[in-house]
């Protein structure tokens, strides 16, 4: 029930409610109608796609460092369109995404790839051009085996989303970092992937549980990088120019001024003036890269660096899966574990997303009930590959990851990589000799 106090507001506000209903309803209502027009688009577009899950197997034998798969990456992004009003707001036209899986099925490492049956061969091309040896085939849903009312008496589920503790810009440490020495990519054996220790966990899990890490990407555009940009600008010192309106800037410019300050204006905007001008903060801008410490001024190199990539907004989940009897937390534990390895302390660093737990807040008397909710919700949206974008009780957190930190994040294993948990290419495939007859 509503407490007395607020109430008592209610009644006190409502005569001036009535009384102007006139100016605030309407916007407030056709805030909500467009709100819902875009909400409908959106999931009209996406009930129409046809989705296939795809398995890949690599040949035990493979020395293929992760730039392979960020070359992936940045073949997928030819999914970015720009779109027109009309495309956007009538035809309901989106961007498409795609959804990549390292999955551990009872110590079994499997990697699959939920895209769109129109980027099938798009998909399949970029692989074969980076793995000729490997194998793509269509795969059933791991999550079949499952009952659908998780969690229940004999099944319980745990998952998270994880976010960036810093903006965009900010890097997490990348595979680049990881190789210990400058040699041959050949020599496998002396490198580290840092994909070795999460499939060290995942190899660990008991025969009747799942771990599955999502990794939902959908191309971007340039947008993201103005938010490095001015980051750096404000670490170097550099001037940085206000974004205002086109309203802004045309009621700026019909202001009245006297003769005196336009003669002034005038002689500033002299071309030699402008020079001195230009000289003047150049010369400002390098000293103040002088002064900047050896650790910040590598956080600048990182970020200029990670906006020169293409970009992809990127939600990253967790989701376990186990017998009720044998639920083990430390296997969320371990996962955190694994993904501090990517973490730096001047650059970006992980985080548990707590508006996309399975739990409830100590406070909440219904916490129980809650908890049971969020995981049915949450297993809904692993199996069906989405972000939790239009809903309330759990919330998405989307961050941009550019392709060398996504083929950080996922990447398909070498060597390094034990073999006896990854599902493989047992031979090498060739083709038949061009002479054979008939």
């Known amino acids: 029930m509503p407490s007395t106090d607020f109430l008592d507001v209610i009644k006190a506000f409502w005569p001036y409610m009535v009384l102007t209903w006139w100016f605030w309803l309407p916007p407030v209502l056709c805030y909500g109608a467009w709100e819902s027009w875009k909400y409908y688009l959106k999931k009209r577009y996406f009930a129409g796609l046809s989705w296939v899950l795809l398995e890949v197997r690599i040949p035990k034998m493979i020395a293929k460092p992760p730039q392979a798969m960020e070359q992936i990456f940045a073949g997928l992004h030819a999914g970015f369109r720009h779109f027109d009003f009309e495309e956007k707001y009538w035809l309901g036209l989106q961007t498409d995404f795609f959804c990549f899986e390292i999955v551990s099925v009872g110590g079994r490492l499997h990697f699959y790839a939920y895209v769109p049956t129109q980027y099938r061969n798009l998909f399949e091309s970029l692989v074969y051009s980076q793995y000729p040896e490997s194998e793509i085939k269509e795969s059933e849903d791991y999550l079949a085996r499952v009952p659908d009312d998780i969690p229940n008496e004999t099944w319980n589920l745990y ?88 309203l802004a800037k045309f ?92 973490n730096t302390q001047d650059l970006n660093s992980f985080k548990v997303q707590t508006k996309a737990l399975t739990t409830g807040k100590w406070y909440n008397p219904w916490r129980a009930r ?34 060398e930190e996504l083929a950080t994040i996922y990447h398909f294993p070498g060597e390094t990589v034990g073999a006896f948990t990854t599902q493989r290419v047992e031979a090498k495939r060739g083709e038949p000799p061009a002479d054979l007859p008939m």
Do not use: C
């Open 370 to 403: 809650v908890k049971v909710k969020r995981k049915r919700i949450f297993f809904r949206y692993v199996r069906g590959r989405k972000p939790f974008s239009d809903i309330r009780l759990l919330r998405s957190k989307p961050f941009v990851f550019n392709i």
């Open 159 to 246: 998952g998270s989303e994880f976010a960036l503790a810093k903006p965009d810009p900010y890097p997490i440490r990348t595979y680049k970092e990881f190789v210990i020495e400058d040699i041959s990519s050949k020599e496998e054996m002396r490198k580290v992937d840092p994909l070795s220790a999460l499939a060290e966990v995942l190899a660990k899990i008991k025969p009747n549980e799942i771990v599955s890490i999502q990794l939902l990407i959908r191309p971007v555009g340039d947008d993201w990088k103005k938010e490095g940009e001015r980051l750096v600008a404000k670490m170097i010192g550099k001037e940085i120019p206000n974004e205002t309106s086109g």
């Open 251 to 342: 009621l700026s410019g019909v202001q009245f001024k006297n003769p005196l300050e336009s003669f002034g204006e005038a002689v500033s905007a002299h071309p030699y003036r402008e020079l001195e001008v230009g000289k003047e903060k150049s010369r400002r801008e390098g000293t103040l890269m002088q002064h900047l410490s050896p650790g910040e001024k590598d956080v600048v190199t990182a970020i200029g660096r990670n906006i020169t990539k293409l970009g992809f907004e990127t939600v990253l989940r967790f989701a376990y899966i186990g017998r009720t009897d044998e639920f083990d937390m430390m296997n969320f534990a371990a996962m955190n574990g694994v993904l501090r390895q990517f």
